[in-house]
Antibody, heavy 121, light 107 residues
């Protein structure tokens, strides 16, 4: 079964840091680009970042550029999101998602159940 | 920043047709992906490009485009289609963008 499972969320104080992880299984992780998406309570999804299969290219949303870093470990089928300088506006459910395979495609076809990040003092 | 605009809600009775629009300046040159999100669950990729989608997508879902507007059509709405629907595309820098979302209400 194709699966991605996020972890690492929790309660963090404003200005703090957190690292999210996403373990993948059931597919050849090293062949796929991957993304992080978040969804604040009562809001729509917000795309955060994408990393290509070989980590050669990383793209970020303007709202997290300079604060968040995406990375991956193809040997261990893991995706990461390192987050710094967190504010209450970063409170959301964070999803790991697989990018459709192929050229010029950007759809996200596999999503995890999400991990909740709460930024509060 | 680039925005994709959707109506906040669309309603239809069972068996009727529901149409959800997604408008954006770059859409004539970009493919749009549609997601369905039911309460308490992660979004799921529903349909994209020339009516492509994951296996098992019901045939009542289809997409069409005209100029800067892409439309998701549900022909023969069912109670189980009640959900939030989001369109997604990308801007000129390669950043992905989600639409504002449309709640489909089945009357």
């Amino acid at each position: 079964e194709v699966q991605v499972v996020e972890s690492g969320g929790g309660l963090v104080q404003p200005g703090g840091s957190l690292r999210l992880s996403c373990v993948t299984s059931g597919f050849s992780f090293r062949r796929y680009s991957m993304s992080w998406v978040r969804q604040a309570p009562g809001k729509g999804p917000e795309w955060l970042s994408k990393i290509t299969s070989d980590s050669s290219s990383k793209t970020y949303a303007g709202s997290v550029t300079g604060r968040f870093t995406i990375s991956r470990d193809n040997a261990r089928n893991l995706l990461y999101l390192q987050m710094h300088s967190l504010s209450p506006d970063d409170t959301a459910v964070y999803y790991c998602a697989r990018v459709l395979y192929g050229a010029d495609v950007i759809g996200l076809d596999v999503w995890g159940q999400g991990t909740t990040v709460t930024v509060s003092s | 920043s680039y925005e994709l605009t959707q109506p906040p809600s669309v309603s239809a009775s069972p068996g009727q047709t529901a149409r959800i629009t997604c408008s954006g300046d770059a859409l004539p040159n970009q493919y749009v992906y549609w997601y369905q999100q039911k309460s308490g669950r992660a979004p799921e990729l529903l349909i994209y490009k020339d009516n492509q989608g994951p296996s098992g997508i019901p045939e009542r879902f289809s997409v069409s485009s005209s100029g800067r507007t892409v439309t998701l059509t549900i022909t023969g709405v069912r109670a189980e289609d009640e959900a939030d629907y989001y369109c997604q595309s990308s801007d000129s820098s390669g950043a992905y963008v989600f639409g504002s979302g449309t709640e489909v209400i089945v009357l």
